[in-house]
C-alpha cells in the first residue's frame, strides 16, 4: 500500500513510506503524521476527474456539519466520459465522498467512479449511447479489481508536464492487469475504431484510480492525513476486491456541478 501526497516533494529527504498490509497502515497513522510528497497522477489520456455520491444516505458520525463553504471547483472539463461504477460495501465509497465533501466544505463528487476514456467529442450523444449498449451487450463483464494498492492526495495545474487540468485530488489508486488493458483496448476500439472520425491512441499501461474528493488547487484545504482518518472509517475500502457494477457514459462538459448521466448499463 503505497501512500503519498502533494505539497514539498522537493524537501523531501526520504521516499514515500510504502504499507504491505491495511495493519501496517492504521498502526503508522496512530504513531506519526504522514510525511508529504508532491506527486502528479493526471496524464492527457484518461485521468481527469471522478468521484460521486447517492443521497440515499446519511454522513457517517463524527463528521462536523459545518464548514466554511468552498468555491466550487472552477475547472471547466469537456466532452462526454466513460466511467466503471465500482460495486460497494454498505456504500463504502459513496459515504467517504460525502464525508470528506462534507468535512471540506467542497461540492461532492456525483457519483463513485473510475474513468475509463474522457473528453469524447467526436460523436454525438445519441450515438455515445449506442455505442455503449452494444459495447456492454458484447463485452458482458467488465474484469474486477483487487484491492487498492495506495492512497494519494495531490495538485495538478495545466499546463505542466503531463496535467490537463487544474484540481486538488484524493483518490484510491487501482492496479491494471492484462484482462483490464484488453476490455480497455476494447472499449477504445468500440468508441474510437473503424468508421470513427477521430482516432486516438490510448496511454499504457492504464493507470485506474477512484477520486474521492475535488477542491480548486489555489489554498487547498484537502490533506492526506485527513483523507486517510476518513478512511479509516470504513475498512473495506483498502481491503476489499470489486467487482465493476455498471458502466455509465457521463457528459463532463463545464463544471462538476453541469456533470450528467446519458445512460447507465449495469453488469450485476
Not at 60 to 81: A, H, I, Y
Not at 133 to 151: C, D, L, N, Y
Not at 158 to 185: F, K, Y
Not at 220 to 238: E, Q, R
Amino acid at each position: 500500500m503505497v501512500i503519498s501526497s502533494a505539497s514539498q516533494r522537493s524537501s523531501r529527504k526520504h521516499p514515500p513510506k510504502a504499507f504491505k498490509t491495511t495493519m501496517d497502515f492504521h498502526r503508522h497513522v496512530s504513531e506519526e503524521a504522514l510525511p508529504a510528497v508532491v506527486e502528479s497522477d493526471l496524464s492527457s489520456d484518461e485521468d481527469e476527474s471522478s468521484v460521486a455520491s447517492s443521497d440515499d444516505f446519511s454522513p457517517s458520525e463524527g463528521v462536523q456539519d459545518e464548514v466554511p463553504r468552498r468555491q466550487n471547483l472552477q475547472w471547466k472539463f469537456k466532452g462526454m466520459t466513460i466511467w466503471l461504477e465500482l460495486e460497494e460495501f454498505d456504500n463504502d465509497i459513496t459515504r467517504v465522498i460525502h464525508d470528506l465533501a462534507l468535512d471540506n466544505g467542497v461540492l461532492a463528487i456525483p457519483k463513485s467512479h473510475t474513468t475509463a476514456i474522457y473528453g469524447m467529442d467526436h460523436i454525438t450523444e445519441e450515438e455515445a449511447k449506442a455505442r455503449l449498449q452494444t459495447f456492454a451487450k458484447e463485452i458482458k463483464v467488465w474484469p474486477s479489481f483487487r484491492a487498492p494498492t495506495g492512497v494519494v492526495q495531490d495538485i495538478a495545474v495545466a499546463g505542466n508536464p503531463g496535467q490537463v487540468c487544474s484540481i486538488a485530488w484524493a483518490q484510491l489508486t487501482l492496479a491494471s492487469s492484462p484482462e483490464h488493458e484488453s476490455a480497455l483496448d476494447a472499449l477504445y476500439g468500440a468508441f474510437y475504431g473503424e468508421g470513427s472520425s477521430e482516432q486516438v491512441s490510448r496511454h499504457k499501461p492504464w493507470t485506474p484510480h477512484n477520486s474521492v474528493v475535488y477542491d480548486n488547487p489555489e489554498n487547498t484545504v484537502l490533506s492526506l492525513m485527513d483523507v486517510l482518518v476518513h478512511m479509516m472509517k470504513y475498512p473495506t475500502l483498502l481491503s476489499n476486491e470489486r467487482r465493476v457494477q455498471a458502466i455509465s457514459l457521463w457528459s463532463t462538459e463545464g463544471k462538476m456541478e453541469d456533470w450528467k448521466c446519458l445512460d447507465r448499463v449495469e453488469f450485476f
